[in-house]
């Protein structure tokens, strides 16, 4: 009879120091306001951040991977790359890449060079800029046709 009124006693003090617990008295002496209630009018699912991509994110939906394309990290001004060199590793998202420096659409170099940062999450393409070798036989036949109109005239 004893053991059980012991074992009685020890299970009602166990359950004083559940009610009495230092999160429980952290949380009756809290200073904020109880939590409100969600309106059901007001359920908005969170939106998304959008994932940002690296440069061989942003190329395997370009024609040949993007070389021949301009692309810059998204915080650059006036600054891209003409992508001449893609190396990919096997899974696909990420390699080395080399390409013309630009600024305001003009090369900076003569040379490629190496891109730094290629797998930092920030590229974007640049649509508005021509590739080099769609705007170079649009130059020579319009000059080639302006030649025959001269040789024509004489």
Same mark, same amino acid.
């Not at 006036?78 to 600024?103: F, P, R």
């Given at each position: ?27 009756? *002496? ?8 969600? =309106?059901? =009018?007001?359920? !908005? ?7 940002? !991509?690296? *440069? ?11 070389? @021949? ?7 650059? /001004? &006036? ?8 190396? *990919?590793?096997?899974? $696909? ?5 080399? $390409? *013309?420096?630009?600024? /305001? ?14 797998? !930092? ?24 046709? @302006?030649?025959?109109? &001269?040789?024509?005239?004489?």
């Amino acid at each position: 009879m004893a053991l059980s009124s012991r074992v009685e006693c020890i299970r009602k003090s166990s359950s004083v120091f559940r009610t009495f617990s230092f999160n429980y008295f952290i949380r009756t *002496l809290s200073t904020s306001s109880a939590p409100e209630t969600q =309106n059901p =009018n007001d359920s !908005k699912p969170k939106e998304k951040k959008k994932k940002k !991509k690296n *440069l061989f994110e942003v190329a395997q939906f370009l024609p040949n991977w993007g070389i @021949g394309y301009h692309m810059a990290k998204t915080h650059w /001004n &006036e600054v891209s790359y003409e992508i001449t060199k893609i190396n *990919l590793y096997k899974d $696909g998202k990420h390699g080395k890449a080399w $390409g *013309l420096a630009h600024k /305001n659409g003009l090369p900076i170099a003569d040379a490629p060079k190496k891109i730094s940062g290629v797998h !930092k999450r920030c590229w974007r393409y640049l649509p508005n800029i021509v590739k080099a070798s769609e705007s170079s036989p649009t130059l020579t036949s319009s000059t080639e046709s @302006g030649l025959k109109v &001269e040789a024509q005239a004489t």
